[in-house]
T-cell receptor, first 111, second 109 residues
């Protein structure tokens, strides 16, 4: 089945220790997104790629970076995680921007 | 940023009761999506509505898009415990979605 896969599902890191979350898709969608979601809140868009064109949201902290080496893969790098970065990180893909297909998420814990 | 307001924020009902969730905006969207999210999982797309006045049915779920394409509602008939989750509406604009804050629905057996 075509799908969006996120690894790992759970990630524990220490304060200030860099961490990378990964996302892959078999849908062959040209748009990929990274969202941050905190408990009982709506997902908050961090950035998105339209093909290789990177689009950063104005309020995304500099601590967050992303890479998309090819159509199928996208990575979220958190350079120096703080306690406030503990959240669910969701990857999504889309072909038209309006119908987005989400992965299961990575739950990040910062100790 | 276009804002979407959802109401109510929380809804707890007994099995087999009906419920309605509302999504309102002051802006016009080209389309509106409804998602359901279960704890620890990503949101799952339920429906997309595009045309003003459109009504779509998905088994016991009925979705309406307002004539002016600024508001939408989700109605669940005879709710079941499996309908429990966070319901999110989202409006599409230029390859991005603006999400409402969500409605947490709990259906008690």
């Amino acid at each position: 089945d075509a799908m969006v896969i996120q690894n790992p599902r759970y990630q524990v890191t220490q304060f200030g220790k860099p961490v990378t979350l990964s996302c892959s898709q078999t849908l062959n969608h040209n748009v990929m997104y990274w969202y941050q979601q905190k408990s009982s809140q709506a997902p908050k868009l961090l950035f998105h790629y339209y093909d290789k064109d990177f689009n950063n949201e104005a309020d995304t902290p500099d601590n967050f970076q992303s890479r998309r080496p090819n159509t199928s893969f996208c990575f979220l790098d958190i350079r120096s995680p703080g306690l406030g970065d503990a959240a669910m990180y969701l990857c999504a893909t889309s072909v038209n921007g309006r119908e987005q297909f989400f992965g299961p998420g990575t739950r990040l814990t910062v100790l | 940023t276009q804002l979407l307001e959802q109401s109510p924020q929380f809804l707890s009902i007994q099995e087999r009761e009906n419920l309605t969730v509302y999504c309102n905006s002051s802006s016009v969207f080209s389309s509106l999506q409804w998602y359901r999210q279960e704890p620890g999982e990503g949101p799952v797309l339920l429906v997309t509505v595009v045309t003003g006045g459109e009504v779509k049915k998905l088994k016991r779920l009925t979705f309406q898009f307002g004539d002016a394409r600024k508001d939408s509602s989700l109605h669940i008939t005879a709710a079941q415990p499996g309908d429990t989750g966070l319901y999110l509406c989202a409006g599409a604009d230029d390859y991005k979605l603006s999400f409402g804050a969500g409605t947490t629905v709990t259906v008690r057996a």
